[in-house]
Every structure is written in structure tokens, then in C-alpha cells.
């Protein structure tokens, strides 16, 4: 659940951000054109990517009986932290708007961190992908 949630998180900071930026002009061109905000983008686009493969993978193990926790803690740690990243960087492309209630990232960055503490904290994430690293249970 944390992990879908978070994938929708950074799709949604990806489509606000994506649309801000094509609308929103400086120096007389859209900010979508300066490579920093392409930067931002790219890299949100490569998180749900990455979220959205890593829950079909849990989903998919748990659906055929395998219920060792492992892909669900990596989904849960990677897809909340990348959702985190994304938020923070579309009020970032909002400028001063983005902590601001008229628009929606604000909301999106404060479900972000929800995301990193409920149902395991993505501290506890790691320590049960470290434990299965070193051969742990």
C-alpha cells in the first residue's frame, strides 16, 4: 500500500510539475527549457518508474506466495524516499507558489514524509534489506 501510494505521489508531483513548468515563464521562455527543471523532472519520471516496477514485483511475489518481506521493505524504502525527493523538488519548480496552499505540492510533500513513517519507518526498511544482505533474517 505505502509503495502504490508513493508512486502515485511522485506521478502526481511529475504531472503538477510538468504542467507549472511549460506555463510558467523567466527570462522570456518557459522554465520547462532550463535544463535544471528538465533535470527535476527526469529524475521524477525515473522514480515512478522504478516505484511502480519494484510494487507490481511485491505484489506480484506475494500473489504467487512468496511473503518474505524483502521486495516489500525495498518498494516501501526506495518508492517512499523517491516520493519525498519528487515532492520536495516540485515545490522547488513552483518557486515561492509551491509552499502555498493554491496549489497542490505542498500537500503532495507533506504525504510524502507520512509515507517515510507509516507502516515502518524507511530507517526500519533498511535495517530489514541490510539484515537480508548480510545473510540475516
Known amino acids: 500500500w505505502i509503495a502504490a501510494t508513493a508512486a502515485g505521489v511522485i506521478r502526481r508531483s511529475l504531472e503538477e510539475s510538468r504542467a507549472y513548468s511549460l506555463e510558467r515563464k523567466t527570462f522570456g ?4 527549457q532550463h535544463q535544471a527543471i528538465q533535470f527535476m523532472l527526469a529524475e521524477m519520471a525515473m522514480a515512478y518508474e522504478g516505484t511502480r516496477l519494484l510494487t507490481h514485483k511485491a505484489a506480484w511475489q506475494v500473489d504467487n506466495g512468496d511473503l518474505s518481506a524483502i521486495t516489500s521493505a525495498y518498494a516501501k524504502a526506495y518508492g517512499a524516499d ?26 503532495l510533500m507533506r504525504d510524502a514524509k507520512l509515507l517515510q513513517i507509516y507502516e515502518g519507518t524507511s530507517q526500519i526498511q533498511r535495517v530489514v534489506i541490510a539484515r537480508n544482505v548480510l545473510g540475516g533474517k
Open 29 to 32: 521562455v518557459p522554465i520547462a
Open 82 to 107: 523517491a516520493a519525498m525527493r519528487c515532492a520536495t523538488d516540485a515545490v522547488q519548480i513552483f518557486g515561492g507558489y509551491g509552499y502555498t496552499k493554491e496549489y497542490p505540492v505542498e500537500k
